[in-house]
């Protein structure tokens, strides 16, 4: 059982930076890929980057290359999202997510329903 918390959101505006942490609970976060998602008023819920559970492997959707870095710490057992260059479309609540699965292959982890434990959601707004 893994437990997740976000916090980092904020109200920023365009061009700025934020650091969304995800705080994880139980003994074997080391042992789960993560990723964030992110939901827009009135959309649905869009993938943004996963990690792989050693940190070796990163994924993102293409509107985040080069702005957001996703990293982890296994043994603060803490999930990262580095997000630079923030533009108003960016604005969302922002979850973590956690799979119980190693690697990133056959992009699973673009998929919601792959991850089994999910965080409460932070929220980002950017304004222009």
């Known amino acids: 059982q893994v437990q997740l918390v976000e916090s980092g959101g904020g109200l920023v505006q365009t061009g700025d930076s934020l650091r969304l942490s995800c705080a994880a609970s139980?003994?074997?976060?080391?042992?789960?890929?993560t990723g964030w998602f992110r939901q827009a008023p009135g959309k649905e819920r869009e993938f943004v980057a996963a990690?792989?559970?050693?940190?070796?492997?990163?994924a993102y959707v293409d509107s985040v290359k080069g702005r957001f870095t996703i990293s982890r710490d296994n043994a603060k057992k803490t999930l990262y999202l580095q997000m630079n260059s923030l533009k108003p479309a960016d604005t969302a609540v922002y979850y973590c997510?956690?799979?119980?699965?190693?690697?990133?292959?056959?992009?699973?982890?673009?998929?919601?329903?792959?991850?089994?434990?999910w965080g409460q959601g932070t929220q980002v707004t950017v304004s222009s």
């Open positions: 997510a956690a799979a119980v699965r190693i690697g990133l292959g056959s992009s699973w982890y673009k998929y919601g329903r792959e991850y089994d434990y």
């Open positions: 990690i792989s559970s050693g940190g070796g492997s990163t």
């Open positions: 139980g003994r074997t976060f080391s042992s789960y890929a």
